[in-house]
């Protein structure tokens, strides 16, 4: 019979025991999640996604609350093509990374990657919005000891990612900020030999080829987008608000008779003024002279409108560009034999949140478009952009 003491003796070593077992056991479950994270990044630097993701399924099988595995899981999930799987992965670790902000932008960046791969640019952009406001933060990194050089890097990918998703969706406003945060970033989005007058810009963000420019006189400054591949181009521009009123009014007004008076309109867009004599000016004013106080009525209604000193253009081509050039004064684009001008429209916005939308097709570059001639083909020597040129070229 086992006295007291001998019995507290062997519960002893049995706890001695027990928690060595325990400790061992912990060791070679840390020991072989290590291996199998370490496993699962080599598989995804050689772009080998299944096994990948089988390394990192055995991961959060020993460790359900290992965050880097999700985040490993969900980039091979992604490079499968396998989105909900990667948005998924995406959620859980955003969910379960609520006090580490770089991871958790990571994540988020990650998703809003897959939303734009599955054409929801809206949510592409909310996620990146959140990306970035996670990464603005003063402590960001901090808790997770991540290095500024990462931080850094991170910030710049999404910001090129965001602006290029906000393009898409004509948040054209959202788009100039990233490209004025990126140059605080010390991001070079200049090139050697520009004119310093022009002071254009050039990036590429996510394949998207963006410039930015400015008028000589320093008073309109403009961002145009064009991507290889797309046959849409878009583009803002910023005027003075003493400028904007009168000529938003004015092109809405003239775009808006001219849809009722077809025949007027071309009869007066033929006349040459500068060919007539005064007697015969005047008697063209008394002709016309119903139109003219129509038009100018149309005038005053529009210029009552609060507008704001931007409007955004929208240009959609009958084939995709195929590359683009810049030199520091022209935006060559080069575009397939016989691309022809689909539609080009021009949209003004109001503070009072009112927008409206003339279609410029008949009017790009002083009215020379002509639907059955190539863009290419365009005669546009004689039209002045300020201090740069926008110039299509055929790409055979």
């Not at 025991?17 to 496993?39: N, Q």
């Not at 808006?256 to 007066?268: F, M, N, V």
């Amino acid at each position: 019979m086992l006295t007291e003491k001998r019995k507290t003796r062997l519960w002893l070593i049995a706890a001695v025991l027990l928690a060595v077992f325990l400790f061992t056991a912990c060791a070679s479950g840390a020991s072989r999640v290590s291996e199998k994270i370490e496993l699962g990044q080599k598989y995804l630097t050689e772009l080998n996604y299944t096994e990948a993701v089988a390394a990192f399924t055995e991961v959060i099988k020993i460790n359900p609350s290992n965050i880097e595995a999700y985040v490993g899981r969900a980039e091979a999930y992604k490079g499968l093509k396998q989105y909900e799987e990667a948005k998924a992965d995406y959620t859980t670790v955003i969910e379960k990374a609520e006090d580490m902000p770089y991871t958790q932008a990571q994540a988020y960046a990650g998703r809003a990657e897959v939303y734009d791969l599955t054409d929801d640019a809206t949510a592409a952009e909310s996620d990146y919005s959140a990306a970035i406001g996670l990464l603005e933060k003063e402590d960001v990194g901090k808790k997770e000891n991540i290095a500024e050089k990462l931080i850094r890097e991170l910030k710049i990918k999404v910001l090129q990612f965001h602006a290029e998703v906000c393009m898409k969706l004509g948040l054209y406003d959202k788009a100039m900020e990233d490209y004025a945060k990126l140059e605080e970033l010390g991001v070079n989005m200049s090139e050697d030999g520009a004119s310093k007058s022009s002071q254009q810009d050039e990036s590429s963000a996510g394949g998207a080829y963006v410039w930015t420019y400015t008028y000589e006189d320093g008073t309109i400054k403009g961002l145009i987008a064009v991507q290889s591949g797309s046959s849409h181009m878009s583009g803002v521009a910023d005027y003075p608000p003493e400028q904007m009123s009168d000529m938003a009014a004015s092109m809405i007004a003239t775009q808006k008779w001219k849809e009722k008076h077809p025949e007027t309109w071309k009869a007066l867009f033929a006349i040459d003024p500068d060919g007539m004599s005064a007697e015969q000016m005047e008697a063209l004013a008394t002709i016309y002279d119903a139109d003219f106080q129509e038009m100018e009525a149309e005038f005053d209604k529009w210029n009552a409108i609060d507008w704001k000193p931007q409007f955004i253009a929208d240009i959609l081509l009958s084939a995709p560009v195929s590359r683009v050039e810049k030199t520091a004064d022209v935006l060559y684009i080069y575009v397939p034999t016989g691309t022809k001008l689909v539609t080009e429209q021009m949209t003004f916005t109001s503070y009072s949140g009112r927008a409206e939308t003339i279609d410029m097709t008949d009017s790009l570059y002083g009215g020379i478009n002509d639907p059955a001639t190539p863009i290419y083909e365009w005669d546009t020597s004689s039209d002045a952009n300020g201090s740069f040129r926008i110039e299509f070229r055929e790409d055979k």
